[in-house]
């Protein structure tokens, strides 16, 4: 069974620093791009960040660029999100996802997709 578990969210001020982890589970994701969604409370699923399948290419939201760093660790099966500086407006549940073909390079659209994680909850208070 194919498992994405996010972990490292929390309640933090603004300006704080947090880092999610996506632990994946049951396949190997090392030839898939991954990527980071969030949603806030009565919003649409939004893009964030996604990497591609070596690393070594990643693509970012305009509202996160030069404050979020998406990373991959693929001998760990593990992506990560360092999010610095961060905002009130930040505050959502973050999802990680794994894309439905491999090689991808850094797709942004939810729907070429095909795992999703659970969601781990970031709270920014101002």
């Known amino acids: 069974q194919v498992q994405l578990v996010e972990s490292g969210g929390g309640l933090v001020q603004a300006g704080g620093s947090l880092r999610l982890s996506c632990a994946a589970s049951?396949?190997?994701?090392?030839?898939?791009?991954m990527g980071w969604f969030r949603q806030a409370p009565g919003k649409e699923r939004e893009f964030v960040a996604a990497?591609?399948?070596?690393?070594?290419?990643?693509a970012y939201a305009d509202s996160v660029k030069g404050r979020f760093t998406i990373s991959r660790d693929n001998a760990k099966n593990t992506v990560y999100l360092q999010m610095n500086s961060l905002k009130p407006e930040d505050t959502a549940v973050y999802y990680c996802a794994a894309a439905k073909t491999p090689y991808l390079l850094t797709p942004t659209a939810d729907g070429l997709y095909a795992y999703w994680g659970q969601g781990t909850q970031v709270t920014v208070s101002s």
């Open positions: 049951g396949r190997t994701f090392k030839n898939v791009a």
């Open positions: 990497i591609t399948w070596s690393g070594g290419g990643t």
